[in-house]
């Protein structure tokens, strides 16, 4: 019998709407292929939202989230709403997401393909080999910590608030996610925190090191934030997987990112406690300035869709089609503009999509 799944499709903005139709024909594509069927329902988020019902997460975008088996969501936000408060914002979105679904855990990949390589801005030797996993805290830290605000003194001075905080609870349940994480990779888990300076981060390091008891086949290490990121940067190969905070993780998982050569082609995942339905989205943002052009790479959202069809719907072969997929289309020397090299046959959106559909068709 055809095993059915519904997902909530949430193109959002900017590029959203053309890498969906990508991921959207590719999915479709290897279904075809293994009988597997896909219910796709749309539904508006950030500033497509905004635009529509004044709100950067309709109530009925969550309950439609909350109804499917799985969310795959594209990019949000624009120059368009830059200028709009911080509670009206399409981030705002996103993070009413993470935080209706109870999206703690966000797993970000940075794994360089070995035909990308010369795509990176550091030297061959540095980044040939990386493949790290960055799990990063996703529902608390100083994203959601209060107080927070803008506030007036007594003196009409104003202050602008935001606190880092952790419970041991959410530290543990993501220590816990990372060191399940690690233990499928290399064994090697480093813990990242500023605990020199912050007692929040004298907290975590202390409930991760507790944590660890539980996984004797894992080793743990510490570092400070500062030291991580210099780290990233000076020798990636040294890191496996990296738990860390909102913060931290945020910004972490953006230079981890780049070391791939492109942030256009990385996935993500934003898992809940089991029965929740998993966020799955590309790390790159929404590119506002080439948008509707047919210039964006679809691959991160392609990947993407390969990661939630491996971690939410346990279809690994279905997902192993779609990574190699991308792999043979990067052989045949396609790349977007993002990725291109000398030598290499430039092509659009919908180009790169056809060629991937063209290689699933041909590993049938
Ligand atoms: C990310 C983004 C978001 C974040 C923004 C858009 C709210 O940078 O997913 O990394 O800060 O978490
Ligand atoms: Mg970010």
Not at 16 to 36: F, S
Not at 161 to 181: C, H, L, P, Q
Not at 328 to 345: C, H, K, P, Q
Request: proline content about 5%; hydrophobic content about 45%; glycine content about 10%.
């Amino acid at each position: 019998m055809t095993q059915t799944y519904r997902i909530t499709l949430l193109p959002g903005d900017g590029i959203g709407p053309e890498i969906t139709r990508v991921a959207v024909a590719v999915m479709e594509a290897v279904g075809q292929a293994l009988d597997l069927a896909f219910e796709f329902t749309e539904a508006p988020i950030g500033g497509c939202a905004i635009d529509l019902t004044g709100e950067p997460l309709p109530a009925a975008t969550l309950d439609q989230c909350r109804q499917s088996d799985a969310v795959l969501l594209a990019a949000i936000g624009g120059y368009k709403w830059d200028e709009l408060p911080s509670h009206q914002r399409p981030e705002r979105g996103l993070l009413g997401l993470r935080a209706g679904l109870g999206l703690f855990a966000n797993l970000r990949p940075a794994k360089i393909l070995p035909q990308l390589i010369d795509a990176s801005t550091l030297k061959r030797e540095v980044v040939e080999g990386v493949d790290i996993m960055v799990v990063r805290e996703l529902t608390g830290g100083i994203y959601f910590g209060e107080p927070k605000g803008i506030f007036e003194t007594e003196t009409g001075e104003k202050r602008g608030v935001s606190t880092m905080v952790y419970g041991e609870g959410e530290i543990d349940r993501i220590a816990r996610v990372a060191f399940e994480t690690a233990k499928r990779r290399k064994g090697q888990l480093c813990s990242v925190d500023k605990a020199n300076v912050l007692d929040v981060s004298q907290l975590w390091r202390s409930r991760v090191s507790a944590i660890a008891a539980d996984y004797p086949e894992v080793t743990l290490s510490h570092l400070y934030v500062d030291n991580a990121a210099m780290q990233l940067v000076r020798a990636p190969k040294q890191f496996d997987t990296i738990v860390t905070g909102n913060l931290f993780g945020d910004i972490l998982s953006d230079a981890a990112a780049m070391l791939t050569g492109s942030i256009g082609m990385l996935p993500s995942a934003s898992l809940g406690v089991p029965g929740t339905p998993g966020v799955f989205e590309p790390v790159h943002g929404s590119a506002p300035d080439i948008a509707g052009q047919d210039k964006a790479n679809p691959l991160a959202h392609v990947l993407s869709a390969a990661m939630m069809l491996r971690y939410a719907l346990d279809q690994p072969v279905a997902a192993d089609r779609i990574e190699a997929a991308v792999n043979t289309v990067l052989d045949r020397g396609y790349r977007t503009g993002d990725i291109m090299a000398e030598g290499m046959t430039l092509v659009g959106c919908q180009a790169m999509g056809d060629a991937l559909l063209e290689a699933i068709a041909a590993a049938n």
